[in-house]
């Protein structure tokens, strides 16, 4: 892969394509919240954002692209240890075109952000949490509920071993 871009030449790229759509960052650990702060405040126009297997790019970035691109669509942070609730519950508030995110093996999520999402991101159609071992059963709880997420398709929580049977009554 590109694991020697680092931040500088990616904010002078943010800074100039502005009308960038999709973004990949995956996989790069030499860049940092430094340069991927620009795309929230150059870019309006992201739709997609992946940073998953990038160490040192925190959720305070997916946070900063679901305030200011009222088109973002997908976001990916596989594998973002440093990720946690407050993006997703900004997605909640803010992001009603949100149709998939996926959060694998991000280990500080846990089920304060599917309630978050929870009635507000109401065309989000996938969901992956597998591996964040923090959900547990007010999730289900929570996407139970009639009209919590009404176009879901794809929903993924394998591995979330705080899950029981305890959900859903």
Do not use: W
Request: glycine share 6%; net charge neutral.
């Amino acid at each position: 892969g590109c694991i020697n871009i680092d931040d500088e030449p990616l904010k002078k790229v943010f800074g100039c394509c502005t009308t960038l759509v999709h973004i990949s960052l995956r996989s790069l650990p030499r860049v940092t919240n430094r340069s991927a702060v620009y795309l929230g405040k150059f870019m309006t126009s992201v739709e997609t954002l992946d940073f998953s297997d990038s160490p040192n790019i925190t959720g305070s970035i997916m946070n900063e692209v679901a305030q200011t691109c009222p088109n973002f669509r997908v976001g990916k942070a596989d594998g973002c240890f440093t990720i946690d609730d407050v993006p997703m519950i900004t997605m909640g508030r803010v992001c009603k075109n949100i149709q998939e995110i996926s959060l694998m093996n991000c280990i500080k999520i846990t089920s304060l952000a599917i309630r978050g999402m929870a009635h507000k991101c109401i065309n989000l159609t996938a969901l992956n949490f597998e591996g964040c071992i923090r959900i547990d059963d007010s999730a289900l709880a929570a996407m139970s509920e009639k009209g919590a997420f009404p176009n879901m398709l794809k929903l993924n929580f394998c591995s979330c071993d705080l899950l029981g049977s305890q959900a859903v009554t």
